[in-house]
Each structure stands twice: as structure tokens, then as C-alpha cells.
């Protein structure tokens, strides 16, 4: 099969993306000649495109033309002006509502359950910290527990300490500082902690622990300020993580349904490709677990901004599409008081890698959420209360976004990239899967799943799609161990903060 030298994604389309770099002179489809060299995933303009004309790409326009642009130019960041955004408060709803979503190949996996909510991909001792003063004195004590204390349980994972940069010198009772406090009494509650939380507590901070739990007694909860003494206070810590690895050392993996699986999809590091090939298997992958029953959860809220029409369409009722809107309209606000708007989000990464625009960075964001219908809409670290496909509003920051999803329950999180991206969480899996086939080469054993082939014509959607899906189940079961995860690549926990700091 020969290698194709462009990509167009809809007939309409009078763009097309390089598979490859394109040398000057070369005919890529009859009467079409490059003007110029086209660097591999940037646009190619399939017609003479005139000053103040459209530039149409996955059948949307991402921009007008702010100069005349010659059949078979390069096009680039800089000749695209940026339309307005869609509106959010006159969004048509349920109008592409698709039950035919592809049957998934598998419909249990073995995970560990638990009294309520969704089950666990891995059983790990879980350590909350109420404020970042305690940091230092909890990570001295998470040291020693893995060497002394871990060995002696081999059924728990691991410890997973949860550090931020919450808890004093903020204003605890400003309105929006409901972010971080829900998103701080969520991640207590996660799925791969198995209800034997830790919290620790320095004891003279505004988030006290009664604000995140309702497990403040001595079985719970350590305050440093109480101990005589570091040693003292260290010993406190492993005694408590003592008696919960061995309560944790009991869980076993048993069989269950999909329906107690609850998976993030994020992106980051995106290039022209992620739309095309790394974000759609993700999709479709999305789609196999929701007709499975389980839950997936989308997020960036700046990343489907100018596609959330198209969102709406699938919103199952009024209730959903409204609150969708709600969800666009308070992160418009919280940007203009910023003095910026949605295009302040493309990076100079995703415009070497042939993103011109924030329209055309949504429109390949929004794919990785595939075409089921859409359930719920959360606001930031909110749980979820129904089962099947979630939007999550979070900022697109991936260090933000994950543990904005992490606080909402997910497991597990799929993470596409195009430019490339070490990032990962150490409460759950993140499996990395790139959009070509020169990121896995220059980074094979950071990235999981290479869906160039895509692009290459080597494999079809569906089939890199089922794959995906597998490779989920299969670290979900722990039979997998991403590389993220293998390397212990754990980012910093940045919970999303909009409220001011003292």
C-alpha cells in the first residue's frame, strides 16, 4: 500500500495536511503543485483561497484568510484571522443522538470493588494533605513507609501521597473557593484508595480537615502540631499507614461488569495529526465502553469551546445542553476577567505541529469523546451520577485537568499526544497514545500506543480503536503497566484554584 502524501478530512474541506514534509514543486493530486515546502501536519491549500476567504477544515472554518493565499501555499498560524465564537444560550439539542456505537469485545474486567461508586484499577494507600506547609514531613514519612512498611503487604500497589499547593494563605470563604475544597473532599473519596484514607493535617490552616471529610477522628486523621517533635510526628504516620496496608492487603481483584469502570480522555501536546488519527481512536475506543456500560469523561473546556454546537447535539436532554452552556459561559467570563480568550490557548508546540488556531485544535479535541451521546455535564471535580459519556468542564492545562479529573473519580486516564508529553498521575494509570509514527520512534518507551499508522494507511480507525480499548481493560486489570506508570512520572497535583490568594 502506498503511503499517502496529504490528509483531507471532508470533501468540502480546500485544505489538506502533509503526512509527511512535502517538498517544493511536488504534485500531491492532479493540477495541485507545492508552491512551497509544507512542513509535515501544516495545510496545503487545495484552491486559490482570496483575502477575507474562508479556510475549511474537518468541514468548519477555522478562519478567514488575512491575505490571498495561492492554490498549493502553506498555510500557517499567521494567515488565519479568527471568527467569534458559537453561541451557548440558543444551542439545538438531541439532534444526533447515535445508538449504534461498536460493540465491544469485552464486557467485564477484574478490578477491585468497592462499598460504593466505582471500582479501583489499582489498590493503593491514599495520603490527603490539608495544606502544602506539611509536604516536606509527609513525603520523609512516604519514603519510609515504601521501604520499611510496604514490602511486608504485596497486595497494595503502592502509597500515593496527594500534595497541592491549597489549604492557608487563600480565601477560604471566597465564592469560587469551592473548586479546590470540592475538588480536595473528592480525591478523598477515590475509587483507588479503597476507603482507607489518611489525612494529614498541620492544624493552624483555613482548610481544616472537617472541610474535605467527615473522617476526623484518630483512625483518619494525623495533626503534626499535636506531635512533640519531627520523629514523633513521623512515627504517628507509619503507625496509621501500618494498620491500613494491612487492611488494603486484604482486596483482591474479582470480575466485574463495565458499568463500574469510570476512564478519563485528555489531551495534550497536540499537533495537526491528534485529530486525525491519536483523538478519533480514542473515540471510538470510547465509543466500545460506553455501549459496555461503563463511564468515560471528556474535559478542556477551552478545547471544544468553538465546537460546542456540535456537543449540544448530543446533550440527551434540555437539562444537559443547559448546563453544558453554563459551563461556556462561566469560563468566558472567568477569561475576560483575565483580559484574554480562548486563543490564548494554543502553544507554540501545537503550532509547529500544524494547529493554526484554537477552532482547529477543538475540532480534533472534541474527537477524542467519540459520538455517543452525552449524559451529564460536571463542573470542575464534581462526581458523576450517571453512567455513560461525561463532559467534565475543567480548564485544558493538562496538570489542571488531571486532577480535575482524578478528583471526579476516574481510574484510569487516556492521554493523546502529538509533540509529545512525559506527564502522568500517580493515583492513576495514564496511558500515553501519539498521533504519528516519528513520536513513537523518537520516544519509544514513553509512548504506549502509536496511532500513526493511521496516517500512514497502514491500520484503519476501528482497528486502532479496538486496540485501544484492549490495551484500557488490560491496564485496568493490571496486566498492563503504562509507561508513565512503570517510570513513576507523577506530576504535581495543581488543582484548579480560580479563587484569590491572600
Known sequence: MTEPLY?????????????????????IMPGIVTREEIPQAHKIALADIPKGGAIVRYGVVLGYALQDIACGGWINEHMLELPEPPDVDHMEFGTNIRTDLPKPERTTWMGYRNAEGYAGTRNYLGIVTTVQCVEGVVNVAADRIRRDILPKYPNVDDIVVINHAY???????????????????????HPNFGGELMVISLGCE???????????????????????????????????????????????????????????????????????????SAGYASDMLVAGGATVMFSEVTEVRDGVHLL?????????????SEEMKWYDNYLAEGQVDRSANPTPGNKKGGLSNIIEKAMGS????????????????????RKGLIYAATPASDIVCGPSQLASGITLQVFMTGRGTPYGMAAAPVIKVCSRTDM????PDLIDVNCGTIAEGKQTLEEKGTELFNCILDTAEGKYKPYAESYKLNNYMCFFNPAPIT
Not at 9 to 27: L, Q, R, S
Not at 312 to 324: G, P, Q, Y
Open 312 to 324: 449540544a447535539e448530543r446533550c440527551v436532554s434540555k437539562e444537559v445542553c443547559d448546563r453544558l
Open 366 to 385: 472534541i474527537a477524542k469523546s467519540g459520538t455517543a451521546p452525552i449524559v451529564e455535564v460536571l463542573s470542575p471535580a464534581e462526581r458523576p451520577s
Open 167 to 189: 489549604g492557608c494563605g487563600v480565601a477560604i470563604n471566597a465564592p469560587e473557593a469551592k473548586v479546590p475544597i470540592r475538588a480536595l473532599t473528592n480525591i478523598c473519596k
Open 440 to 443: 513513537k520512534e523518537l520516544w
Open 7 to 27: 490528509i483531507r478530512i471532508k470533501p468540502e474541506d480546500n485544505v489538506a495536511i502533509a503526512v509527511h514534509k512535502i517538498a517544493a514543486g511536488t504534485e
Open 206 to 280: 483555613k482548610l481544616q480537615p472537617e472541610m474535605i471529610t467527615d473522617r476526623t477522628d484518630a483512625d483518619h486523621l494525623i495533626v503534626l502540631q499535636n506531635y512533640k517533635g519531627f520523629e514523633n510526628m513521623v512515627r504517628a504516620i507509619l503507625d496509621m499507614a501500618d494498620k491500613k496496608l494491612a487492611k488494603l492487603n486484604e482486596r483482591r481483584r474479582e470480575e466485574l461488569p463495565l458499568s463500574d469502570l469510570l476512564i478519563g480522555m485528555q489531551c495534550g501536546g497536540s499537533d495537526a495529526f491528534s485529530g486525525v488519527t491519536a483523538n478519533p
